[in-house]
């Protein structure tokens, strides 16, 4: 039988390959003309009448502990449920897959940040270079080694989202494991769905204003199919369940796995090439990670 930490490293690294896919699908979603914002408000729909028949009861018996625990549980809903996805799938439209997968390496030095802001964790001085090493190698990959580009703001809006994306999931990460939740995996996806779901409507229904419409057909299908059950379910029980048991700072680290997943997934379905910017952008934040990882004074 597997240990609890074995098992929590299989997940960690399931989690990464399932949303190393949902780069690629939301690359294919963009091709399709599949509106971003209605997809993951679709997705999300979808993901909670699945789960209505499996938790409704468990959440009737905990109302009051999501009565007391509501204040942390918007933000936790708005991080990982309402912003993430939806930023990343409309950034997607602007830029490369091989640019998020790279970008997702910030994720565990973000973690590390926002650890500090909530007092969940204490910071060091190697940990501090590791951030501001990190945030430089976003900078090369998204301005492309031309710093021009920064000093004139002409970055792509894209990668810029992408940026935006990663915080959001690195807070989300860190309140999982600074605010112990008594609740059961399956029914703690519910309640968050619930509530992400609130905020998603609005951005469904503007989509819909503007006549940015879902088209019926066989790719939207398989699109849909893969966000609900591996990047949706699947992944999120897996990174929850792994999180709570080796913490955000061990969990991010297997987030690295995602690069070179989704990288060797870009070049295999859309061609794309991996550039001298990206390599030493991607070589720079593995740097930063490897510093920040080391122990030193604590701050």
């Keep these: 039988m597997l240990s609890k930490k074995l098992s ?14 949902n780069f690629i699908v939301g690359k294919y979603a963009s091709l399709f003309e599949v509106p971003p914002l209605t997809l993951n408000f679709l997705r999300w729909l979808i993901i909670w009448i699945i789960l209505v028949p499996f938790t409704y009861k468990d959440i009737s018996k905990n109302l009051k502990n999501i009565k007391k625990y509501f204040y942390i549980l918007i933000p936790i809903s708005i991080t990982g449920v309402s912003i993430f996805n939806s930023v990343v799938y409309y950034a997607l439209n602007f830029t490369q897959v091989i640019n998020g997968a790279l970008m997702i390496s910030t994720i565990p030095v973000f973690i590390i940040f926002i650890s500090f802001l909530f007092k969940t964790e204490k910071i060091n001085i190697n940990q501090i270079i590791g951030i501001i090493l990190s945030f430089l ?5 998204i301005t492309k080694f031309d710093l021009q580009k920064l000093i004139h703001l002409n970055i792509n809006k894209g990668d810029f989202l ?3 994306a990663m915080l959001s999931w690195a807070t989300y990460s860190t309140l999982l494991k600074t605010y112990k939740l008594p609740f059961k995996s399956l029914t703690f996806i519910q309640i968050i769905v619930s509530i992400g779901l609130v905020f998603l409507l ?5 989509e819909l204003h503007s006549q940015i419409t879902l088209p019926i057909n066989l790719p939207v299908f398989f699109i849909l199919s893969y966000v609900v059950l591996f990047a949706g379910l699947g992944a999120y029980l897996f990174w929850n369940s792994a999180v709570k048991i080796v913490g955000p700072n061990h969990a991010g680290i297997f987030l690295h796995l995602m690069p070179v997943f989704s990288s060797f997934m870009a070049i295999f379905f859309f061609h794309e090439i991996i550039m001298n910017f990206h390599i030493i952008g991607a070589l720079i934040i593995i740097l930063g990670i490897y510093i920040s990882s080391r122990e030193n004074l604590k701050i």
């Design 8 to 21: 929590a490293y299989l997940m960690l690294v399931l989690c990464s390959f399932f949303w190393s896919g």
């Design 137 to 141: 190698g976003v900078v090369i990959i």
């Design 162 to 164: 992408l940026l935006i």
């Design 202 to 206: 609005p951005q469904f229904l503007f």
